[in-house]
């Protein structure tokens, strides 16, 4: 990771969107149209893209699995740098990224272990004779935690507490 947070700059565009076009605008403007235009943009710029990325990745995740998506959460995979959705339905588990191709998807049975460190998500899975380790920064992560403690592991390790080896 290049930074500290790798959710600063979602944040980063919530404060200035709603400085700029929610409080000064609508301050320093004597049309009542022209500030309720600029209030609606920044909802638009803050939550409007949020929503529109989620509704895209969603569709391409049960695209991609054919089954409805059971739970997903704002994450960064660590190895790329990519920002996207953990997404998972029933049989599987994916990392969709926002701009690239979906290449992190395994199965809830192919998955041995996973150890949850703060926001940081380490997860090792089964494939052919080795074990791979997805690295993840999740945006919530009691959420995640949550998520994955109901999920239906079949792995022979389970969950991995943190600091356990």
Request: hydrophobic share 45%; proline share 4%; glycine share 6%.
């Amino acid at each position: 990771m290049r930074y500290g947070n790798p959710f600063l700059g979602r944040y980063l565009r919530y404060v200035t969107a709603w400085l700029a076009l929610g409080i000064f605008v609508p301050i320093f403007t004597a049309s009542l149209w022209i500030s309720l235009l600029s209030v609606l943009a920044a909802a638009v710029i803050t939550v409007g893209i949020d929503a529109a990325g989620w509704l895209w990745s969603k569709k391409k995740a049960e695209a991609f699995t054919g089954e409805p998506l059971r739970w997903s959460a704002a994450a960064v995979k660590t190895s790329s740098d990519w920002r996207g959705y953990l997404m998972a339905t029933d049989q599987y588990f994916i990392f969709v990224p926002c701009f690239h191709k979906i290449t992190s998807a395994a199965s809830w049975k192919d998955m041995v272990s996973y150890e949850m460190e703060g926001a940081h998500l380490h997860m090792y899975v089964k494939q052919q004779q080795t074990v791979r380790s997805l690295q993840f920064v999740v945006s919530s992560p009691e959420k995640t935690a949550l998520q994955l403690k109901e999920s239906p592991i079949e792995g022979p390790a389970g969950s991995i507490e943190a600091g356990q080896q």
